[in-house]
């Protein structure tokens, strides 16, 4: 980190610079560096898809679907899908700044380059980031076994359009915070949906959130 800027994928994350990130008081960018390793990792995922190699999450199905092959337009869904089907947690909304720990982590894992999915998504969620439009992520729905895979449902689902946010203080739908933003919901392609679905991002935002507090 120079200047105070943090360059995502690229810097060493610390706890205490997640928590200032999520806090507004370090600014993050992706740097150009990044930029060609997400998009290179794009086009490898891209040529898998439209390949006949059989690619778990990239063509194929989930599960005991793990060999069969998907369509492409088909892949495309089916991203979109596994978002829905795992947004089912319940109880109260986390903290605000858990969840936005959680966009920052969520945004420096994606931005290491490995994780095949577009420039644009990644800009996306440091987009609500940045605009303090924060997703809605009910406390109970982890057991942490494979992944936070429910609460990081419900992180992806603004960028659908789909779910609930807070923005400037109130709990509203996302679709409506995008039409005052004038932005498009973002259509999921091969590999996407898995992507943010993937990953321990709640437990280690609580961890960040704990430990920060602890001093």
Same mark, same amino acid.
């Given at each position: 980190?120079?200047?105070?800027?943090?360059?995502?994928?690229?810097?060493?994350? !610390? =706890? @205490?610079?997640?928590?200032?990130? %999520?806090?507004?008081? *370090?600014? %993050? +960018? *992706?740097?150009?560096?990044?930029?060609?390793?997400?998009?290179?990792?794009?086009? !490898?995922?891209?040529?898998?898809?439209?390949?006949?190699?059989?690619?778990?999450?990239?063509?194929?199905?989930?599960?005991? $679907?793990?060999?069969?092959?998907? &369509?492409?337009?088909?892949?495309? /869904?089916?991203?979109?899908?596994?978002?829905?089907?795992?947004?089912?947690?319940? #109880?109260?909304?986390? =903290?605000?700044?858990?969840?936005?720990?959680?966009?920052?982590?969520?945004?420096?894992s994606l &931005?290491? #380059?490995? &994780?095949?999915?577009?420039?644009?998504? +990644?800009?996306? +969620?440091?987009?609500?980031?940045?605009?303090? +439009?924060?997703?809605?992520?009910?406390?109970?729905?982890?057991?942490?076994?494979?992944?936070?895979?429910? =609460? $990081?449902?419900?992180?992806? $689902? =603004?960028? $659908?359009?789909?779910?609930?946010?807070?923005?400037?203080? /109130?709990?509203?739908?996302?679709?409506?915070?995008?039409?005052e933003m004038?932005?498009?919901? *973002?259509?999921?392609?091969?590999?996407?949906?898995?992507?943010?679905?993937?990953? !321990? /991002?709640?437990? &280690?935002? @609580? %961890?960040?959130?704990?430990?920060?507090?602890?001093?």
């Open positions: 980190m120079s200047n105070n800027k943090f360059s995502y994928g690229t810097d060493k994350l !610390t =706890p @205490y610079e997640a928590v200032k990130i %999520a806090q507004g008081k *370090i600014s %993050a +960018i *992706i740097c150009d560096k990044q930029v060609k390793k997400i998009n290179s990792s794009r086009s !490898t995922i891209e040529n898998l898809s439209k390949s006949s190699e059989i690619v778990y999450g990239v063509n194929t199905g989930f599960g005991v $679907l793990c060999n069969t092959i998907i &369509s492409e337009e088909e892949s495309n /869904q089916l991203q979109e899908n596994l978002l829905r089907s795992h947004a089912v947690g319940v #109880g109260k909304d986390i =903290p605000n700044l858990v969840a936005k720990i959680m966009m920052v982590l969520k945004i420096h &931005s290491l #380059g490995f &994780s095949g999915v577009r420039l644009q998504v +990644i800009q996306k +969620i440091k987009f609500l980031l940045e605009k303090d +439009i924060i997703p809605c992520v009910p406390i109970k729905g982890s057991v942490g076994a494979s992944g936070d895979l429910a =609460p $990081l449902a419900h992180l992806s $689902l =603004p960028l $659908l359009g789909l779910g609930e946010v807070y923005f400037k203080g /109130q709990k509203v739908k996302s679709e409506q915070v995008l039409k004038a932005w498009k919901p *973002i259509c999921l392609k091969s590999k996407e949906g898995l992507a943010l679905l993937n990953g !321990t /991002q709640f437990m &280690s935002a @609580y %961890a960040l959130n704990t430990l920060f507090n602890a001093y």
